[in-house]
């Protein structure tokens, strides 16, 4: 069955500590997302990439880094966390074809920068 | 500037009845609107997309239109359930396939009571 697996599922930091979200995929899809979360506010891209070992800026990638070291894998890491980045993080994968099929999301991870 | 923006922000309606979530966008272009359900504590979960002007689609007790050219999409969900209760999000796609944006909605949090 296809599925998106996020660990951990949720998490307390320390400012200016480092944060590592991961990402595992199971669907043999090429493009891997990381969406935040914020009450009040829709979904918000921060990097995503379309093949291992390459990575994208999204609309909000500052404080975020990514890695993508195989096609089922994706991680984001907050080398320097700040209390801002409190938010729900969210992973998803699609297929990069043209039928506008949907994004599968994982269940989100919840950080608590504190 | 929020491009997608549903209303109302949260419903509360008894077992049984039906509601109506509205989504309006300014996306350009627009290629096509999606509806996810998103339950606490969860991921979001594909609903329905619609594509072309004037498109009607139904799911179930989902059924979701699509009027283009005022940029505007509404949700409906007949016969309630107590599991219907979630958050709903409204999200546009600018391309049909992955090397687009995906423009999401704050959501409009439904509650269903006995």
């Known amino acids: 069955e296809a599925a998106v697996t996020q660990s951990p599922r949720s998490k307390v930091a320390v400012t200016g500590g480092k944060v590592t979200l991961s990402c595992h995929q199971t669907n043999n899809h090429d493009y891997m997302y990381w969406y935040r979360q914020d009450t009040g506010h829709g979904l918000r891209l921060i990097h995503y990439s379309y093949v291992a070992d390459s990575t994208e800026k999204g609309d909000i990638p500052d404080g975020y880094k990514a890695s993508r070291p195989s096609q089922e894998n994706f991680s984001l890491i907050l080398e320097l966390a700040s209390l801002s980045q409190t938010a729900v993080y969210f992973c998803?994968?699609?297929?990069?074809?043209?039928?506008?099929?949907?994004?599968?999301f994982g269940e989100g991870t919840r950080l608590s920068v504190l | 500037k929020t491009q997608v923006e549903q209303s109302p922000q949260s419903l509360v309606v008894r077992q049984g009845e039906n509601c109506v979530l509205q989504c309006n966008y300014s996306v350009t272009p627009d290629n096509h609107l999606r509806w996810f359900k998103q339950d606490t504590g969860k991921g979001l979960v594909s609903l329905t997309v619609?594509?072309?002007?004037?498109d009607k689609t139904s799911n179930g007790r989902y059924s979701a239109t699509l009027d283009k050219d005022a940029k505007h999409s509404t949700l409906h969900i007949t016969a309630t359930l107590l599991d219907d209760t979630a958050t709903y999000i409204c999200v546009v796609g600018d391309r049909g396939s992955a090397l687009g944006r995906l423009h999401f909605g704050a959501g409009t949090q439904l509650i269903v009571i006995p």
């Open positions: 619609l594509v072309h002007e004037n």
């Open positions: 998803a994968s699609s297929d990069a074809g043209t039928n506008n099929q949907a994004p599968l």
